[in-house]
């Protein structure tokens, strides 16, 4: 039996400042020269000269990085390396030709699904994110203009799913976003609602009770998509963030990105499975890299990618292999390469 004291009930329940993750966004590392000092790598490693893309990491994700280990494979996601600023061909601004479609912040490549872009930032910069040059200025749909894309939603009776995208939609207010769900939910032909976002893992406590609310709030499937890429990233906090979704009845697949020197040997992905497993999350895909300019360091060949995920099949149970992937412009859905 546990002891519980007999105060706890009347602890008051007011949320600590400093957990809130809006504060945690307004404290992430922004610099560079200050990541790697927190890390005791200061001058140990040439950085980008570009600034167009900055460095944002929360810290709640540097906790998890090695001090004192340059090739982290946390840590790699997200330094600008010197590599970044080398030209490769085949490496382009928009690899994916993305361009909204049937209203702005309204994304449209597949039939029966379509890409709500609420928001185009993001709670960490990911340096081989396709969206890295993405024009999100002209796209996003703050300040209520999300109600003409759900109009567009209503006028076209295929479409079945809206993913909220981004960016990150979870960037967005729990009130934003429970009004948004309920206007999709009242569009009779929508069956379905995702959310593609990277917050549950890079500020764990991004998700409140409230988000669960409006996840579970309404008669849509809910699914989320988290994006981790090593099994490193999924702390015991991420864990409690996914059990508070999956009790509000919410499906949570996870979808990664093949990168060199974060998870290309069979025993990093292997160990990725196995933990997004056991804190009950299904790894839904495994992404070729987008050809995006400045990502080219991170590129594994096709061949090398085909014979990891062949040896993934080999060694592990048949629903802990991600489907792996690759997005070509103009075909009707991704492709699965395995
Ligand atoms: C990946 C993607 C989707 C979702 O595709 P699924 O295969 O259903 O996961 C929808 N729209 C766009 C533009 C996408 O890139
Ligand atoms: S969180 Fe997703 S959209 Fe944002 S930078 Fe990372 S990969 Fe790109």
Redesign the pocket.
């Known amino acids: 039996m546990s002891i519980v004291s007999p105060h706890a009930e009347s602890v008051p329940t007011e949320v600590d400042p400093s957990r809130r993750w809006q504060t945690s966004i307004r404290r992430a590392i922004r610099c560079p020269h200050t990541l790697l000092r927190m890390l005791g790598l200061e001058g140990e490693v040439d950085l980008s000269t570009q600034e167009d893309f900055p460095v944002?990491v929360p810290r709640e994700f540097l906790q998890r990085m090695r001090p004192g280990d340059r090739n982290d494979p946390l840590l790699l996601?997200v330094l600008p390396k010197r590599e970044e600023d080398r030209a490769k061909s085949g490496f382009t601004a928009d690899p994916l030709q993305e361009k909204a479609t049937d209203a702005p912040g309204l994304i449209r490549k597949y039939r029966h699904r379509a890409l709500l872009i609420l928001k185009g930032?993001?709670?960490?910069?990911?340096r081989?994110?396709?969206?890295?040059e993405f024009p999100y200025a002209d796209n996003q749909l703050g300040g209520g203009r999300w109600a003409t894309a759900v109009d567009a939603v209503a006028a076209d009776p295929q479409i079945e799913e809206v993913i909220l995208?981004?960016?990150?939609p979870l960037m967005v207010a729990d009130g934003t976003l429970a009004a948004v769900t309920q206007a999709i939910s009242r569009v009779p032909h929508v069956r379905a609602l995702r959310v593609?976002?990277?917050?549950p893992i890079?500020i764990p406590h991004r998700i409140e009770s409230a988000t669960v609310g409006w996840l579970s709030g309404c008669r849509l499937t809910s699914t989320v998509v988290i994006?981790a890429n090593h099994a490193r990233e999924l702390d015991d906090q991420v864990a409690q963030a996914v059990q508070d979704l999956r009790e509000g009845g919410i499906h949570v697949l996870n979808q990664s990105?093949l990168l060199k020197g974060v998870n290309d040997t069979t025993e990093a992905l292997s160990a990725l499975s196995w933990r997004l497993l056991e804190i009950g999350v299904v790894p839904y895909y495994l992404h070729q890299l987008d050809r995006v300019r400045g990502a080219a360091h991170f590129e594994v060949p096709l061949a090398a990618g085909l014979a990891l995920v062949s040896q993934l099949r080999d060694e592990l149970p048949g629903y802990a292999v991600p489907r792996y992937v690759v997005e070509e412009p103009g075909q009707p859905a991704k492709t699965v390469l395995l």
């Open positions: 944002f996601q930032a993001c709670a960490v910069h990911c081989y994110c396709f969206r890295r995208s981004g960016g990150d593609h976002t990277r917050l890079v994006h990105v």
